[in-house]
């Protein structure tokens, strides 16, 4: 082997992953899984295509899967994070919530 760094295939940070020391002050691990579980969200209700890399259903599921983990018992499954997730989108929309996610 040689003495430099191997290249990955790797391109950086993932799609709409922007931290910075600055943006981590103030904030919890917890709301900051919170805030990019939403943007992902987003993406996927927008309909116009700003999701369409196809990981986001994967970067979602990875990030409700870690507040879940994180947040026994107030969402024991990823189907309740899930809805949290839904909830806090249609809110945000100022849409009325749909029963399913009530």
Do not use: N
């Not at 040689?2 to 391109?11: E, N, Q």
Request: with cysteine; net charge neutral; charged share 35%.
């Amino acid at each position: 082997m040689g003495k430099g760094k191997k290249k990955g295939k790797g391109k950086g940070k993932p799609k709409g992953v922007d931290l910075k020391a600055a943006d981590c002050k103030g904030k919890s691990l917890m709301e900051h899984m919170w805030d990019e579980l939403g943007t992902i969200v987003e993406r996927l209700m927008s309909g116009d295509g700003a999701a369409d890399d196809g990981k986001d259903p994967g970067r979602a599921e990875g990030i409700a899967w870690c507040i879940s983990l994180f947040s026994q018992p107030y969402y024991p499954d990823l189907d309740s994070v899930r809805a949290e997730a839904m909830r806090r989108y249609y809110t945000a929309e100022g849409e009325e919530i749909p029963a399913e996610y009530v």
